[in-house]
């Protein structure tokens, strides 16, 4: 492995010109504009002081820039790593206090670490036993439980918890105490958004606006909202009516650095870092190839867990907390041309210069205002069409999309999330354990062997062909055994069994001591066992051991071969001429 | 299901006469003097009062013969099952507490009802994720672990901790207090039931015995062991020389009752009541399976759950604790004739009469002579022969041995075996998660397709067929787009992919959108994927769907028909005449 693959700016900055720099300050601008809000909303989100966001937003996305491969993605705080981290932090330290900052910044540390280790060891294969129906579900109860805690920022209340029991029966027990100007602030700000969202661009086009600046004006419309209900603050002075303002932060960029941690709180923290790191990398990783299939790029997911490993350890050291790939930024950074990674180091760039120049104007910003941001946000998380689709597809899936959906909701992220990877796994090896098998018969005028309930195929007296549909091993030695001594008690008069392994594509230790215990059991009712279409693999491991030694049939290339074998073995055989077997195949 | 199946008394029962009659009673006699010191052994070894092994010999057989399938299964305490008591009760109570008798009661009783709940829900198959080299490295690793809780027995010292390292630490820093009376009762005792084991049925022969009675006495050697250590304990007063005696113990039968329990204990102990029940079941079903093959019988394992929960039951009531079929007892049970289940009947009234005879006596007992049976007994559990067989054979089996092994060994018995089925799962996860592929071509002179590597075959320019060995499913789908596209990129001016899925036993969901994503990026590139040799329930599955309806080939039933297809469509192209697949296939 080359020194420099782990450094693809070595790369695309080489061809970096003059084109290349221009789409990429165009894109870095909008994204820069759509970023701001979202930042500040997305620390919130996370329990942290807003200015978090922005400081999670620079640090990182240039980090990104130096060991990415997608040249679309853009990095930072996103809603659904945001709400993990929430559920994380608030387990070890209060919300508001300094320890709680600090573990937000662990957090950070510690996935970032272990994504950059996942990303050396090349182990980015584990994202995989996140399933589709999971991850899909997973999303839409995340979406439902981001959405469901910003109702207290709208209505002004205090709400707590990170599943739906814990917000509901809070957001229930204040609902008394919403003040009145919250409301209307945040019923402002969603109105809004949701128009700018749905009609804003139809709108405008009305008016005759070129496509391209409509676009602009939409994208910056939540900057808008945020600049008008800051301006409705000090007109109608709404801090002093009690609506939550964000107030006083501290100015200019983050100092670089890293407080100190206790091994308790690493303890604490390592198993919700790893959760995080794996959703992160899962969410990261297939928006980059969305993106990248489109412009027929290459995605290495190996050096995108390096790239994001780098970029939580850089989030860690600019005082922000996990960041990842995001969706809809990355569609706008994507749409708006953006050509190589620099794209999000002119994005870092722009909000840092945002950081210094908003700060002061922050204290008159209402929290409603960032709670109405992230609810238009988190909407098109909410997908309930995969249920629809899994349940038409595949029981198995549509109870994996249920599992997690509700474990989601209902006992918080990191235990949906954890029920929904081991119901999938459980419900394949249970698949796995009863597995499919068929009595084959030949296609007549083919060498080709199918299931005889489903196909018109010849079979011939005395020998009983079961195509195994699954690999052997432990969960299913014993079920193995059964059927083959049930299928043979089924079929008096058997002479040969040939076990057709076209789907075996491991036999284990478990699975062969079955195998003997079958052949023996043939051996003393005189039938011989005969395998069949055995893989090269499966062979190799084979060859060598007792059970070849003792198989009391022989181990053939393919199906057809094996039939042949039998019908010569038996023309040969003085007592069993006029054998029909031959004839049929 | 009729109800008679559940009692399979009723089917047996009938036929039930006097040469059966015969052959059981004797059975039951050698059972029965066989049983008496390994039931007063292994209640030690759990932690209990000696006479309580005996309790746990009597209701359960008489449960087991109403309820079992096995003619020759002896049931009763057994020392794995016994160690997991001490382990698990350990954690509860004090040992020699009446909490600890209690709490052992109450683990037989949650082990009962879960046996006959899984029986009576078919869940038998849950016992097959204990894949044979898992069993194998626990039975060793637990072998162990006896042998060396009995070294405190043989020494008249305290020993602590139901794992290596605690034991060995207790017995090195106890080693000063030994008691040189115990050791030397200690020592005969282990010579003398070694030498029966090995020597003395050799010995009897140069006797001229015949071989019937020189087996009789071979089997009664441990009764006579007791008896002569009693007289030595009576003969040397060797309680007052500070030698262990069993000392006095309740007389009689036990009462019929159960204690009361806590909700507590029953939620620390049902986790631990799982377990013994798993492998209590997998112990049981092995040696009954073994011994009705010879006899060609047939063990309905579903039905063997149920009867191993009522006699769990049976030993709760009867003031016991956790029992299960034996090895050693079952084969004695089988080679001495027994025909019917009655024979564990009569075995329980032998154990009856015993109880009601021998406790006065057992006051006498050396300790150290039931820590000799104990250790003579689990030398033969202890066989490192697997490990030689998995290294052979298999890589991943050899791992799931040694971590089963060591991990009961340093952790104890139920994080060690939760460790093996663990690391078994997992290594079927990833073997499956990165499964072989081969591309295929034609064996001259057949229909028959394999792998290019391995096989002189015939392949055609344009068309690459590649065969997945595995079913496609979440772990491994992300790793198939890679697969087939590399593959793509790798074989430049194809016109058409075919997927052999012979060895494709399921596509659930992730599977089935990665084949879209698949067939998307193929037709961008102007190339068909085909899929050859889908199996009957997977094509049912995929009929239907959004991919059957946008794929850019076809299915097609076997490999040779998908290139006869490809090939005619060609020839059908005015600008592709002179093609050469045909000639080829």
């Given amino acids: 492995m080359n020194i420099k693959s782990y450094f693809p700016i070595l790369d695309w900055g080489r061809r970096y010109n003059r084109q290349t720099l221009t789409s990429d300050l165009i894109a870095a601008i909008i ?27 620079i640090l990182p996305l240039i980090a990104y820039a130096i060991f990415g491969t997608s040249s679309a993605l853009a990095v930072g705080p996103v809603a659904v790593v945001s709400l993990m981290t929430a559920a994380a932090v608030g387990r070890v330290a209060a919300q508001g206090s300094v320890d709680y900052a600090s573990a937000a910044i ?36 995340s979406g439902i439980i981001i959405a469901t805690s910003q109702v207290g920022g709208l209505l002004g209340i205090k709400t707590e918890g990170h599943a739906m029991p814990d917000l509901i029966s809070s957001i229930v027990e204040h609902l008394g105490q919403a003040n009145v100007y919250t409301v209307m602030v945040g019923a402002i700000a969603l109105s809004l958004l949701l128009w700018i969202r749905l009609d804003l661009k139809n709108w405008l086009a009305r008016f005759g606006l070129p496509t391209g600046v409509a676009t602009i ?74 993106l990248a299939a489109k412009r027929r790029e290459r995605i290495s997911p190996n050096q995108e867990l390096i790239g ?19 969706f809809a930024r990355s569609v706008v950074n994507f749409d708006a041309g953006a050509a190589t990674p620099a794209a999000g180091a002119f994005t870092a760039i722009g909000i840092a210069g945002a950081t210094l120049l908003l700060t002061p104007f922050l204290a008159i910003l209402p929290k409603a205002t960032l709670a109405a941001t992230i609810v238009i946000a988190v909407l098109t998380l909410v997908d309930f069409s995969t249920l629809k689709r899994a349940w038409a597809y ?80 432990f969960a299913n030695a014993r079920y193995l055994e059964d059927l083959v001594i049930n299928q ?98």
Same sequence: chains 1, 2.
């Fill in 31 to 57: 994204v820069t504009i759509m970023l701001i809000p979202q930042s500040l909303a997305y620390a919130l989100l996370a329990g942290l002081p807003p200015e978090v966001g922005l400081y999670a937003s």
């Fill in 106 to 141: 662990l957090l950070a540390l510690l996935s970032g670490v272990m994504l950059m280790l996942m990303g050396l060891f090349r182990l980015g294969f584990i994202a995989n036993f996140l399933s589709h129906p999971v991850i899909s579900g997973f999303i839409t109860a």
């Fill in 217 to 290: 004006i939409v994208r910056a419309g939540p900057v808008l909202v945020v600049f008008l209900t800051m301006a409705m603050s000090v007109l109608f002075d709404l801090g002093a009516k009690g609506v939550s303002l964000v107030g006083q932060v501290p100015q200019g960029l983050p100092m670089l650095s890293l407080p100190s941690f206790t091994t308790d709180t690493i303890q604490q923290l390592a198993l919700p870092a790893l959760i995080i790191s794996i959703v992160g990398f899962v969410e990261s990783i297939s928006v980059a190839q969305t």
């Fill in 308 to 326: 994001l490993g780098a970029t939580n350890i850089a989030a860690a050291i600019g005082g922000g907390f996990p960041v990842t790939g995001g």
């Fill in 394 to 473: 595949s029981k198995a899936d549509f109870a994996a999309v249920v599992i997690t959906m509700f474990g989601t909701l209902l006992l918080g992220v990191e235990v949906g999330i954890s029920l929904g990877v081991g119901a999938s796994i459980l419900v394949f090896l249970y698949r796995s354990s009863q597995p499919h098998a068929a009595v084959v018969g030949l296609v007549p005028g083919t060498e080709h062997y199918r299931n005889i309930k489903r196909h018109k195929v010849d079979t011939v007296p005395g020998v009983l062909s079961i195509r195994i549909d699954e690999s052997l091993y």
């Fill in 488 to 585: 043979v008690a089924a079929n008096p008069g058997l002479t040969d069994v040939v076990l057709m392994c076209s789907a075996v594509n491991v036999i284990d230790m478990s699975a062969l001591e079955s195998l003997e215990a079958i052949n023996e059991r043939l051996s003393d009712l005189n039938i011989r066992l005969h395998l069949s279409e055995v893989k090269g693999p499966v062979a190799d491991r084979l060859s060598g051991t007792e059970f070849l030694a003792h198989l009391g049939g022989q181990v053939h290339l393919s199906q057809h071969q094996a039939m042949l074998a039998i019908a010569e073995r038996r023309l040969a055989a003085p007592t069993d001429d006029g054998w029909p077997l031959l004839k049929v195949i």
